[in-house]
């Protein structure tokens, strides 16, 4: 069974940094792309960024790119979001996902950012 | 970018039965390989959104076939043949055809009348 868990949510201040971790499990991490999608309270469903096998194409999304970095490390089944210069409307939920095509999603961890 | 515009934005339905929801892109989404990517997803309250169709028509494992996806070019319908309680929540779109970036629907919220 796919199994995706995020980690590293908080509450931080207008330009600061923090760095989500995605745990995956029971699937073959290094052969699957993954993603991160985010979701504003009460709002709809927006890709972030994604990356391949290899970690070596990254896309982001126009709003982060620049500040956020998406990275892996296929030795310990996990994926990355690095967040720097964070604003008020990065506040969200954000999700791990499988796949370019988003066939499974984590439970997500909720970014706020505030002061 | 590709924009995707559903409708309606909400969708009050009687138990049992149908409902339809529509999704229409700004471009083909007919890729070059020839495949279509467009994907329907489900949030139910309160969980993490579940891919229900992938590339137009294909339902994902454990999705029941009262789920159906069609379409082709710039126009994408998902059908609910017979909606039951567990059906309601938002109901999302996404192509991946003109990537990055993948962009979604606005969303369709399914309630019970």
């Known amino acids: 069974e796919v199994q995706l868990v995020e980690s590293g949510g908080d509450l931080v201040q207008p330009g600061g940094s923090l760095r989500l971790s995605c745990a995956a499990s029971?699937?073959?991490?290094?052969?699957?792309?993954m993603s991160w999608v985010r979701q504003a309270p009460g709002k709809g469903l927006e890709w972030v960024a994604n990356?391949?096998?290899?970690?070596?194409?990254?896309y982001y999304v126009d709003s982060v790119r620049g500040r956020f970095t998406i990275s892996r490390d296929n030795a310990k089944n996990s994926l990355y979001l690095q967040m720097n210069s964070l604003r008020v409307d990065d506040t969200a939920v954000y999700y791990c996902a499988k796949g370019r095509g988003l066939d499974n999603w984590g439970q997500g961890t909720l970014v706020t950012v505030s002061s | 970018d590709a924009v995707m515009t559903q409708s309606p934005l909400s969708l009050p339905v009687t138990l049992g039965q149908p409902a339809s929801i529509s999704c229409r892109s700004s471009q083909s989404l007919v890729s070059s390989d020839g495949n279509t990517y467009l994907n329907w997803f489900q949030q139910r309250p309160g969980q993490s959104p579940r891919r229900l169709i992938y590339e137009v028509s294909n339902r994902d494992s454990g999705v029941p076939d009262r789920f159906s996806g069609s379409g082709s070019g710039t126009d994408f319908t998902l059908k609910i043949s017979r909606v039951e309680a567990e059906d309601v929540g938002v109901y999302y779109c996404?192509?991946?055809?003109?990537?990055?970036?993948?962009?979604f629907g606005q969303g369709t919220r399914v309630d019970i009348k």
């Open positions: 996404m192509q991946g055809t003109h990537s990055p970036p993948w962009t």
């Open positions: 990356i391949n096998q290899a970690g070596s194409e990254k």
């Open positions: 029971g699937f073959t991490f290094s052969r699957s792309w």
